[in-house]
């Protein structure tokens, strides 16, 4: 059955999100991890999304913004960057220690290093 017929049946058929981890950009996460080597410990639980300051007044989404580096979605993770205010709200909550907004800081180091192809 094609996205056309699933339709008509009430339902759709979401966009693939399968990533190709050969052909991915690993490079941002690669500097993020190497700076912040408490991101390894993300069980992306939510915590820090549930708390923080920007996503109460934005869609900024910690949670996704950390999927994005590591799945290396570089486009949309370059405007969600952005976002963050860097108050450090989400450092309080996560149980697994990571250094959020040093990872946040760190993403969006990397995408101006990579935008002056310093990376
Ligand atoms: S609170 Fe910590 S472990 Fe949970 S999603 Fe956020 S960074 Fe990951
Ligand atoms: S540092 Fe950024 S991600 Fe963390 S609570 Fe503040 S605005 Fe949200």
Redesign the pocket.
Same mark, same amino acid.
């Not at 708390?51 to 996503?55: D, L």
């Not at 963050?84 to 450092?91: A, F, T």
């Given at each position: 059955m094609n996205v056309k017929q699933a339709n008509k049946f009430g339902f759709s058929i979401n966009r693939s999100r399968l990533i190709d981890y050969d052909t991915s950009d690993r490079k941002v996460r690669e500097y993020v991890t190497l700076r912040e080597p408490s991101f390894k410990l993300c069980f992306a639980c939510g915590g820090?999304t549930a !708390?923080?300051?920007?996503?109460q007044h934005t869609s900024?989404n910690?949670r996704r913004l950390n999927t994005y580096i590591r799945r290396g979605e570089i486009e949309p993770l370059r405007e969600e960057v952005t976002r963050?205010?860097?108050?450090?709200?989400?450092?309080l909550v996560c149980p697994r220690g990571v250094n !959020?907004?040093n990872v946040?800081a760190m993403a969006a180091e990397a995408i101006r290093k990579l935008e002056r192809n310093e990376l």
């Open positions: 820090c !708390t923080c300051t920007a996503g900024f910690l963050c205010m860097l108050c450090g709200k989400c450092l !959020t907004r946040v």
